[in-house]
Nanobody, 122 residues
């Protein structure tokens, strides 16, 4: 499966962006999906995840209440809606596929997209 992340860009603090992660090659309907980010000079960190049924979502404390993960099974796509963006949200954002319907350990994600840059100016 190939994952193509898009939707990043430059936005002012307080603004919004919606990232998309389009999967090709096979269906991701039975897979948990996640978003991660890597800021300059920092380790990659978990941002959000969603179960295969979309019945369960998980968020990092730093984005809870501001970001929303969702998925469109028909489009084989996962989204990350980011509101009230802060300069500390600046990072390269990656989507990833988990082998299980309920994404468990972050180390188990098996396919990764190429990343999309999000830059939030103050």
């Amino acid at each position: 499966v190939q994952l193509q992340a898009s939707g990043g860009g430059l936005v002012q603090a307080g603004g919004s962006l919606r990232l998309s992660c389009a999967a090709s090659g096979r269906s991701i309907a039975s897979s948990g999906m996640g978003w991660f980010r890597r800021a300059p000079g920092k380790e990659r960190e978990f941002v959000a995840a969603i179960s295969s049924s979309a019945g369960h979502t998980w968020y990092a404390d730093s984005v809870k209440g501001r970001f929303t993960i969702s998925r469109d099974i028909a489009k084989n796509t996962v989204y990350l809606r980011m509101n009230t963006l802060k300069p500390e949200d600046t990072a390269v954002y990656y989507c990833a596929k988990h082998p299980f319907g309920i994404p468990t350990a972050n180390r188990d994600y098996d396919y990764w997209g190429q990343g999309t840059q999000v830059t939030v100016s103050s």
